[in-house]
């Protein structure tokens, strides 16, 4: 039971790069969440899902794209990078009770 | 989802009891408490949560006043590995737990404890 694992850990992208930011659990979990965090602020929800299929617009869901094909899996999209997308990204999944989270994916905007 | 205020900053002393508190006025009848706390730059982990009575479990101890627009998060005995953002978090949860809320963080409190 690995719980939730985001893919990578670090990542530097050039201005206008894109890329595909991966998170996965394995709790059979209906809802699953990304959020963004700057340096010294709260968790912002970028993104969320209900199950497969359906996601929703969180807090500052701008220059990002989710999808839902499996339970397991939630990717978060980059079409565009900008360096104000420079953050530290958590994935996160919840049950009855608590919010499974990762472990983060650090991505800096050059 | 209602929302929560809490203090910006609180300082404890090793050993001794953190007391977090935690403001949620417009709170409904079906949205729980939660507690979840950040250690340094990890992911957020759940502590504790509560609909309307007290709750302990081995972590800490959640007090909700009978209104339930306010709840406090015991820490009994304080330790410096404690020091902590602790966020406190409303969220809908009905009774049979088939439909869930968003989870949504405010800004929290900064808890640190010194020796």
């Known amino acids: 039971n690995a719980g939730v694992t985001q893919t990578p850990k670090f990542r530097i992208l050039k201005i206008g790069q894109s890329m595909t930011l991966q998170c996965a659990q394995d709790?059979?979990?209906?809802?699953m969440y990304w959020y963004r965090q700057d340096p010294g602020m709260g968790l912002k929800l970028i993104y969320y899902?209900?199950?497969?299929?359906?996601?929703d617009k969180g807090e500052v869901p701008n220059g990002y794209n989710v999808s839902r094909s499996t339970t397991e899996d939630f990717p978060l999209r980059l079409e565009l990078a900008a360096p104000s997308q420079t953050s530290v990204y958590f994935c996160?999944?919840?049950?009855?009770?608590?919010?499974?989270f990762g472990q983060g994916t650090r991505l800096t905007v050059v | 989802d209602a929302k929560t205020t809490q203090p910006p900053s609180m300082d404890c002393a090793e050993g001794r009891a953190a007391n977090l508190p935690c403001n949620h006025s417009?709170?409904?009848?079906?949205?729980?408490v939660y507690w979840y706390r950040q250690i340094h730059s990890q992911g957020p982990q759940y502590i504790i949560h509560?609909?309307?009575n007290n709750e302990t479990n081995e972590m800490a101890s959640l007090i909700i006043t009978e209104d339930r627009k306010s709840s406090t998060l015991i820490l009994p005995h304080a330790t410096l590995r404690d020091t902590a953002v602790y966020y406190c978090?409303?969220?809908?949860?009905?009774?049979?737990?088939?439909?869930?809320?968003?989870?949504?963080f405010g800004q929290g409190t900064i808890l640190t404890v010194h020796p």
């Open positions: 996160a999944s919840t049950g009855y009770t608590e919010a499974f």
């Open positions: 709790m059979n979990h209906n809802y």
């Open positions: 899902s209900v199950g497969a299929g359906i996601t």
């Open positions: 417009t709170i409904s009848g079906n949205e729980y």
């Open positions: 509560g609909l309307k």
């Open positions: 978090i409303v969220r809908v949860l009905n009774a049979g737990g088939t439909s869930y809320g968003k989870l949504t």
